[in-house]
């Protein structure tokens, strides 16, 4: 399953690298940036619930509430 972090920041590179096609151009060009918009609008929100999910961590550990493992979203993959 890809949902974590790093698979965002896959997805946002390879987004970028899509947007870099010198190739692109009138209305290839202007669907891609309509696509990065919803891409960003999208990306802001999972961070978002990222920065949440980490705070209730920190909270939880700070008081000694629930284990201390790290939310699934947050986990680093070693690839």
């Known amino acids: ?4 972090l ?3 920041n896959d997805h946002l590179f390879e987004q970028l690298e899509r947007l ?3 190739d692109l151009t009138g209305d290839q060009l202007n669907a891609e940036i309509a696509r990065s ?3 960003t609008n999208v990306a802001q929100t999972i961070i978002n ?4 999910l980490l705070n209730a961590k920190k909270h ?4 000694n509430l629930g284990k ?6 947050m986990q680093i993959d070693n690839k």
């Open 37 to 39: 918009k919803a891409m």
């Open 6 to 8: 790093t698979d965002l």
């Open 68 to 73: 201390s493992e790290m939310p699934v979203m």
């Open 49 to 52: 619930n990222g920065e949440l």
């Open 60 to 63: 939880a550990d700070d008081y």
């Open 20 to 22: 870099n096609d010198d």
């Open 1 to 4: 399953m890809k949902n974590k």
